[in-house]
């Protein structure tokens, strides 16, 4: 729909990933990110839910991710002694959407979107507040105006505060906690993206492009990475990691909620629904919202009710990625002694489809 302005709140993942889509359908966008410039961050797994989203909106979308990622074609999960529970076959993705998984750095991806955008992101603009009507409040008192706003501002999200009652508001707090680092060196242990066992949870280790090795361990605020109970190669990747190249996270989920917003704003990624990082999803469902928000916005119509439909187009998506993610997460942190019979009994097609289904391409981006 030409002649309509979007201003973008948070210049990440899902912010630039919806400019870029909006942008090629002739819509103006403005991105105003908070961060003086781009935040620096360590590796994703990126699916073919979230690559045929951006393949939907140009090739030139796709490539752009691909060209900084790493493809793998299969998972595996792994006791701390090496034994393999089991593998999941993903070729069939490559050869029905030529993409399977993808490694990538945070930073790698937001560089690529940024790039292939094609909208220029204003950096050190943060947003304080935003009305119904589409008026956006920025800290330095500058206020600005446009037909729609979305937040893609984030778990923290302003535009969600201003938006939403107080309750809704807020993420449950930290409910994963651990350490993460990028090792130098493939490993040819781990061609594709593999999830250990170990004392504390899971460790998640994915190959990244230029011979590096990205992993994700889950761990209590006190505990170090690698210690006891993991097995060699793990801890071998962890010593392996220089110290500015390792650091703690935490990560916080919210229920999705029926409402994202009101009037001319409505939220996405992070901002609307944050899932635990367990199925490696969020960054991915913040691409599939930016391309359903760009597909409702662009068909013809009034822009608020396209919002609103948009809102209700992907509550029950994101509500299944959300409680497969928290159910992934109990699993993992049970004891050694309970999880690895539990796992061993499930059937490898059930254990593959819970890891799977998300990132499955949803019938609009096939
Ligand atoms: C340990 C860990 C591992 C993960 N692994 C995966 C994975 O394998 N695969 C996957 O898909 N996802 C993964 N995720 C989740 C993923 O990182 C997030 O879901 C994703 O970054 C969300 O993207 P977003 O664009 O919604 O928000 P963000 O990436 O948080 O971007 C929000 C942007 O908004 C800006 N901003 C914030 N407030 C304001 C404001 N007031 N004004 C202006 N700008 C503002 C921020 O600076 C930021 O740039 C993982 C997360 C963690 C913690």
Same mark, same amino acid.
């Given at each position: ?7 973008v709140?948070?210049? &990440?993942?899902?912010?630039?990933? #919806?400019?870029?889509? #909006? ?7 403005t ?6 410039? %781009?935040?620096? =961050? ?15 909106? =140009? *090739? ?7 060209? @900084? ?20 076959? %993903?070729?069939?993705?490559?050869? *029905?959407?030529?993409?399977? &998984? ?36 920025l800290?330095?008192g ?5 037909d ?5 501002? &984030?778990? &923290? ?20 906690s ?6 130098? =060196? /493939?490993?040819?242990?781990?061609? /594709? ?13 994915? =190959? ?36 500015d ?6 990560a916080?989920?919210?229920?999705? /909620?029926r ?8 939220? %996405? ?5 944050p899932? %635990?990082?367990?199925? /490696? ?57 309970l ?6 009994? @499930?059937?490898?097609? #059930?254990?593959?489809r ?13």
């Amino acid at each position: 729909m030409s002649g309509l302005h979007v201003i973008v709140v948070g210049g &990440g993942i899902g912010g630039l990933a #919806l400019a870029g889509m #909006l942008r090629r359908s002739g819509v103006e966008v403005t991105v105003l990110e908070r961060a003086a410039e %781009l935040r620096i =961050g360590l590796g994703l797994t990126f699916w073919p839910n979230a690559a045929m989203a951006l393949r939907s909106f =140009g *090739q030139d979308m796709f490539d752009a991710v691909r060209t @900084v990622a790493q493809p793998f074609d299969q998972a595996r999960m792994e006791t701390a002694a090496g034994h393999t529970v089991t593998t999941i076959d %993903l070729s069939r993705w490559r050869r *029905q959407y030529g993409v399977a &998984g993808l490694g990538v750095t945070h930073s790698d991806l937001v560089r690529a979107l940024g790039e292939v955008s094609g909208v220029p992101v204003r950096f050190g603009a943060e947003v304080v507040s935003v009305t119904e009507d589409g008026k956006v409040s920025l800290a330095d008192g500058e206020t600005l105006s446009a037909d729609v706003v979305v937040g893609a501002d &984030g778990v &923290g999200s302003a535009v969600r505060k201003a938006m939403l009652p107080p309750g809704h508001a807020e993420p449950r707090g930290p409910s994963m906690s651990g350490w993460q680092g990028v090792a130098p =060196g /493939g490993s040819p242990e781990f061609p /594709g993206f593999d999830v250990v066992f170990g004392p504390t949870g899971v460790c998640g280790i994915l =190959g990244l492009p230029g011979e590096r090795t990205y992993w994700f361990m889950q761990a209590p605020a006190d505990a170090p990475p690698g210690g006891d109970g993991w097995s060699e190669t793990v801890r071998e990747l962890v010593q392996a990691t220089p110290e500015d190249l390792m650091w703690r996270d935490s990560a916080r989920d919210r229920a999705p /909620g029926r409402a994202w917003g009101r009037g001319r704003v409505t939220l %996405l990624g992070d901002a609307a629904h944050p899932v %635990l990082p367990t199925v /490696g999803q969020g960054a991915c469902l913040a691409v599939e919202d930016a391309g359903v928000l760009a597909r409702r916005l662009t068909a013809a119509g009034d822009p608020v009710a396209a919002l609103r439909r948009y809102e209700a187009d992907r509550y029950e998506r994101v509500t299944k990625t959300y409680k497969r993610a928290r159910g992934l997460r109990r699993m993992q942190q049970l004891t050694p002694a309970l999880r690895n019979p539990l796992v061993s009994a @499930v059937p490898d097609g #059930l254990l593959g489809r819970m890891f799977t289904e998300s990132a499955e391409p949803i019938a609009e981006f096939r």
